[in-house]
């Protein structure tokens, strides 16, 4: 059900409430990845060039839920943000429902910011408190969901807060829009050919995500560690690979149920490989369809590399979750950079590609592709979990368009 968004709502004069995702990395108060924060530009500009009064929420890291931990105070991100909108955003206090912290959006003026301290500073944000949701809920006359990361869970600001807020306008940001959009409608609906691209670390974190999207797909790329599960389940050699045992019964299912559905299968057919789990030790060498004991894949081979871009390079949607090898590492990472180019240039030629996953979007941004896509997901767990067809009860309660 498509969502009603901020654009939608009048907020001249309004208070609004606006739920972000600001859970960025920070190494020693200094912010090493801001793409979250940019990523919400839009929706808070959408309220204050429009006179509204900008409220904002978030958390950061996992603290203790008993009150300041100075490491994960917001502090940092609300001087990024406010360089970044070139005006001042409040930060009152250390604790987002404290007298400062109403003062502070008492005294707002229209167009203007504020950022509230870290919402798991208190417990009742993960326990999902409506006490903690209504003390919330008072300061703002409209609730804005663009917290995609957060999506899949319960917190107080994401599901009880907007309860608290029944009968005022609740709405989706444009990053969550945008979001949905893509991990949700493009991927039910999808223009075909449409190509599916697995990999990463586990099969087991994938298998719902597969199963979700496999009606739908016309081919199947397996790559990453998972891949050799599937090739044990189909008796290959894999040598020392990093392989789940307890799962080749659902690899052999995924590779029954693919077949029934239509969809083609495409496993690696040459890997990269070394005899240690390491970046700059082992030797390394290639093999094709029999991995010698000792060597373990950490990469997609060349061969495979050619056909995997070959099948994305015919597909009018593509989605891809999971790196093809160890990309931190840069003697296993060309498989994962060939896919990212492959689809950079799919996009270039009409088709939508949409990259999910954590590891993946970092994937892409470090060989600089993210621009060339569609749509690169800023949530990890969410992306995920949106992709297998998980209903998100912070997005459901939402007002409908
Ligand atoms: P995402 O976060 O995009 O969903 P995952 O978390 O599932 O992706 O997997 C990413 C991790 O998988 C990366 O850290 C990468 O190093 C690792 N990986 C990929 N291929 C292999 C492999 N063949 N052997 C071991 N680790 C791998
Ligand atoms: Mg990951």
């Not at 890291?61 to 009150?67: A, L, S």
């Not at 496993?267 to 082992?282: I, K, N, R, Y």
Request: net charge negative.
């Amino acid at each position: 059900m498509p969502k009603q968004t901020i654009e939608s709502v009048d907020v001249a004069g309004k208070r609004v409430l606006v739920r972000v995702d600001f859970n960025v990395p920070i190494d020693g108060g200094a912010i090493t990845f801001d793409r979250r924060i940019t990523g919400a530009l839009p929706t808070i500009h959408s309220i204050i060039d429009r006179g509204g009064r900008a409220i904002l929420m978030a958390h950061l890291g996992r603290p203790e839920g008993k009150g300041l931990e100075e490491q994960l105070s917001l502090r940092p991100i609300a001087k990024r943000l406010s360089e970044l909108l070139g005006k001042p955003v409040a930060f009152p206090s250390n604790d987002c429902t404290d007298d400062a912290a109403k003062a502070a959006i008492d005294a707002m003026q229209d167009g203007g910011v504020v950022l509230l301290e870290n919402l798991r500073f208190h417990e009742g944000e993960k326990a999902g408190d409506p006490d903690f949701a209504a003390r919330l809920a008072s300061y703002g006359d409209i609730y804005v969901n663009d917290a995609f990361g957060t999506c899949h869970r319960t917190d107080a600001s994401m599901v009880a807060l907007p309860k608290a807020m029944a009968g005022k306008p609740r709405v989706v940001g444009f990053l969550v829009e945008k979001e949905i959009r893509f991990l949700h409608d493009a991927v039910t609906n999808p223009a075909k050919p449409f190509v599916v691209v697995v990999g990463g670390a586990k099969v087991s974190d994938k298998i719902g995500a597969i199963q979700r999207l496999l009606p739908q797909a016309d081919q199947v790329v397996v790559g990453g560690a998972m891949a050799y599960t599937f090739l044990k389940a189909l008796g290959q050699e894999v040598g020392d690979s990093r392989i789940e045992p307890d799962k080749i019964d659902i690899a052999k299912k995924i590779i029954d149920q693919a077949a029934k559905l239509g969809a083609q299968l495409h496993l690696p057919v040459d890997h990269v490989c070394s005899t240690e789990f390491a970046e700059h030790s082992g030797d390394i060498e290639v093999f094709g369809d029999k991995i010698k004991p000792g060597f373990m894949g950490l990469d997609i081979g060349p061969n495979t590399q050619g056909i995997f871009a070959g099948v994305i390079a015919k597909a009018r949607t593509v989605v891809w979750n999971g790196p093809m090898g160890v990309f931190e590492w840069p003697a296993f990472s060309v498989g994962t950079q060939s896919v990212a180019r492959a689809m950079a240039e799919a996009t270039a030629r009409g088709a939508t590609t949409i990259v999910g996953g954590g590891d993946s979007a970092a994937a892409v941004e470090k060989f600089g592709v993210a621009d060339k896509l569609s749509h690169v997901s800023t949530g990890g767990g969410a992306s995920l979990a949106m992709l297998e067809g998980i209903p998100f009860e912070a997005v459901d309660l939402l007002d409908n368009a």
